[in-house]
């Protein structure tokens, strides 16, 4: 089992910027394709952004490409999402997800505001 780990989160006004982090324990996970989801209130879990065990494949949701950045440091064990140019809508709780073992984290709330 992973365990999955989010922080960084916060609030922050419309065009801010704030960089969540994922620490994973239990396994090692610099084989497994990581992601980021969201979830606003009312509203389904949504796609954010997934990265490639070696980081060279990278997809981006289309809400949020050009702002975000998805990253990873496999000698951390962490992966990280760097967002930009937030505006009210990006305001979700933001939670990591192992693909390959199906495991996800508590979330970290984000919150922009106009």
């Known amino acids: 089992q992973v365990q999955l780990v989010e922080s960084g989160g916060g609030s922050v006004q419309a065009g801010g910027s704030l960089r969540l982090s994922c620490e994973a324990s239990g396994r090692n996970i610099g084989t497994y394709t990581m992601a980021w989801f969201r979830q606003a209130p009312g509203k389904e879990r949504e796609f954010v952004a997934v990265?490639?065990?070696?980081?060279?494949?990278?997809i981006y949701a289309d809400p949020v490409k050009g702002r975000f950045t998805i990253s990873r440091d496999n000698t951390k064990n962490t992966l990280f999402l760097l967002m930009s140019s937030l505006r009210p809508d990006d305001t979700a709780t933001y939670y990591c997800h192992s693909i390959r073992s199906n495991n996800w984290g508590q979330g970290t709330q984000v919150t922009v505001s106009s």
């Open positions: 990265i490639n065990s070696n980081g060279r494949v990278i």
